[in-house]
Structure formats: structure tokens, C-alpha cells
């Protein structure tokens, strides 16, 4: 599983991102967890508010950091 956080480094952006590692580490399960704070590279999602959960290719979340109950859904 691939899951990148995207964000340009706020808190909201911080915060998803320990919440997926967080999800992961309860859940039981490993994933190629990557941030990508470039704007082209957040751009290149299609995503214009962030922050931004995308997992294997798919944005699940965008404009808004989620807890770690709806997070392991797409897990």
C-alpha cells in the first residue's frame, strides 16, 4: 500500500500525517507513507485545498485532516 499525505507543512497537514501513522500502527499494517509538500507535486493530484490523503494513486481526503477511525477506512 502507497499512501502520500499531501500538504505544504501546516498543522493540519502535520497533524493527518501522525494520524496515518497512527492508523497503521493500530491496524497492524505497513504502507509506503510519504509527505509531499511541492506544490506542483500536490498539484499534480488534481488537489487545491489541502491537506490531502491519497491511497495507491486515489485521493480519499481533501481540504480537511481526518482522525484515525475514518483513515483506517481506506486502509
Known amino acids: 500500500m502507497e499512501i502520500k499525505v499531501l500538504g505544504t507543512g501546516c498543522k493540519k497537514c502535520t497533524a493527518l500525517y501522525e494520524n496515518v501513522m497512527k492508523a497503521l500502527e493500530e491496524e497492524g499494517k505497513e504502507a509506503s507513507v510519504e509527505k509531499v509538500e ?4 500536490i498539484m499534480s493530484y488534481g488537489v487545491m485545498s489541502t491537506p490531502a490523503l491519497v491511497v495507491d494513486g486515489k485521493v480519499v481526503v481533501s ?5 484515525t ?6 486502509l
Open 63 to 67: 481540504g480537511r485532516s481526518v482522525g
Open 38 to 41: 511541492d506544490i506542483v507535486g
Open 69 to 74: 477511525d475514518e483513515i483506517k477506512k481506506y
